[in-house]
């Protein structure tokens, strides 16, 4: 402080102390702006100008039977995914199945691998032909294809949130109902969010895919994006008019998140004390049959790959083929994921603070995952695919904006519900020590939640890592990330070389998945 | 002469490896209310938990309304067939359900058609005050209302025992002694055998008629109020009943 006339007046230093929180949310408004605002102004800004002839597309009645018909696969794979997830999120979250935890480790390897993959798999395992193969190659293909790869995630939404319940409100239902009478009028109730909160993640996902309905051969609306995009119908004007209804979906999708998840705690109090499973009874035999059976099918298409590149001529050869993709990929990644991770420290603690600011980051944050992918491909090239900005569009900058502005709202959600886990008072004694925002954050708050910031980035650079809808729409020419490189390889090169590339990408995941639990496991023991 | 309502005889329990009970024994008559007084991490709600059939005990045996309900390590009888009821200290009323929701769902458990809940419904929550808010959801209630209904929940389908988890921890001086006045009401209207777990000797004077001092998980002293305030044994019954001189 400083005397003048009398009167004490904040140094500079002290005005910037108290002011950090302020300034900080300034730029981290200003980053989501870039990152998920910029895209769709530019993709707005675009379909003013549209020349009539390509608004006209959106008055020919093909195009929209084709968008109905990919809402109807996306609404049929979300309805098996919730199907699926929700019992198996009780079987594995909370029942008393043998080895429950590793069942659901093995149900929850789709999640982790490019759907394009699955397929892929299973088009190998199926190759003789006959029935089974016709079914694959199809629409009803298609759904289950992804409907396995998309089902975890209510799985898992559905096993934290049972978890999570206060243990009272468990116990008061069991005094009174059997297990199965108390999970299906009180938990699976209560835990109607997570479930909401699955189910358009799902849908969203789904109605995004573009690999595996173009390698399954069912058509989406998505792909007629993709192909205006592409070399054989290149038409850039008709392909952000044809985006314009996918940003409507995902608007939507946001709306529907609001209404239906609204402002759920992030706290998982039922987590804070261990709690016996609940008894299945005669129904265990069968729940246990059914989870083996679904992990089977989870990681059969990943068995078939691994046959395949048992093919292949030599390690030298599949290192040639990888080429620089794979540096892409984890280059890309770790940088969009420590983006994330930076942004979901800001926007997670202003979550559990529960200010307005950090609700509205977080819906345009969800904005990212929710529009389909096409929607930030034809925003990312309409922003970015100019003279000024052509070292951003031409080079890796463009894939990591775009892995940072689909992938972020993971982190942040993950950071919060770690930030939500801890008192108040811990933060708040700091502050009243006389702490500024960014000392507490550094000094407090991300050292006592180390542990879901690890798992926050972990998830993004997965993601990332597994993308191919976003990324295949705009890779700079010979920076095509791993993902892309197998699906252009596919069409053309030799199916063991791609089901050998396939396995890397498997492995890769793998290996950080495996980081990511031994850094959370080093820490927990310390 | 009737079996006590609960019965416990040399009951352990371990909590995650450790023992928290040991050689616990008592019975709660019926129409009897025992008040479980003990320091935090006493073993208190774990007693509760094990009667209830939430935690299987280690050894000893636990009757319910002359049933045997656990013998030794092993659960003869699961928590929804021992008809007992609970209040928790945090009420646990589903958020998801309304007031009468809350009510109706016990009672379908319990097997009563659903035509067949309005009219207990309704009278419970007439007794307890809350018949215009039988369609309102527990988080637009005030904690006295919840309260309220989180009795009115554990006593509509008429348990042969109610299991009190320190129900008054969180309320004001006014609203707990007004709401300890209805319980005493319904108690005695009931005749409902009842174990109330408490650390308030307030609370245990103006609702018990035995009370039972727990340390260390092992029952030091059990017998009636007003012998515990003019005979304590042990440093907690004498901190216990040196508030209430």
Redesign the interface.
Known sequence: MTRDAGFLVPSASAWLRRQQQRLLAGGLALVVAILVGAPIAALLAELVVSEEGSLGLLGRSALWLLFARTVASALAVTAIAILVGVPLGFVFGRSDVPGRRVLWMIHTVPLFVPPFLLALGWSYLLAPGGRPAELLFSTFGVVMVLSVALAPVVTALTAVALAGI?Q??E????????PL?AVR??LL??A?PAVALGGLIVFALAASELGVPLFLGGRTYVESVFSRLGGIDYAPGEAVVLAAPLLAVGLLLVILERRLVGRRRFELVGLRR?R?PLPLGRWRPAATALAIALGLVSIAPLASLAWRAKESPSLSSVAGWLGGSLWTSLTMATAAAAAALVIAVLVGHALVQRRPFGRLLDAVLFLGLLTPAAVWGVGLIAAWNRPETSWVYRGWPILVLAGAARYSILAVRTATVAFAQSSPGLEEAGQVAGAGYGRRLLSLVIPLHWRGLVLAFVLTLVFCLRDLDLFVLFYPPGREPLMVRIFTLEANGPPEIVAALAIVQVLVVAAVLASGGLALAWRARR | MSSPAIEVDGLGVD??GRPVLRDVTFAVSQGEVLAVAGASGSGKSTLL?AI?G???PRSGIIRVGGRDASIGNRSTL???E?N???V?????L????TVAGNLE??LS??GVSRAATREPIREWLGRVGLADRSGAYPGELSGGEQQRVALARALV?EPAALLLDEPFSSLDVALKERLMRLVRELLAERRVPTLLVTHDPEEARALADRVAILEGGIVTQIGPTDRLVTEPEGSFAEAFVKRLR
Do not use: N
């Open positions: 206060e009272s409100l116990e008061s239902a069991r005094v009174v109902a059997p009478r009028g009180i109730p209560a109607r261990i016996e | 909590v995650a938990r209830l939430l935690v299987v699961p928590p929804e021992r007992l009821a609970i928790f200290q945090d009420l646990a589903w958020p998801h359900l769902f016990v458990a319990k389908y």
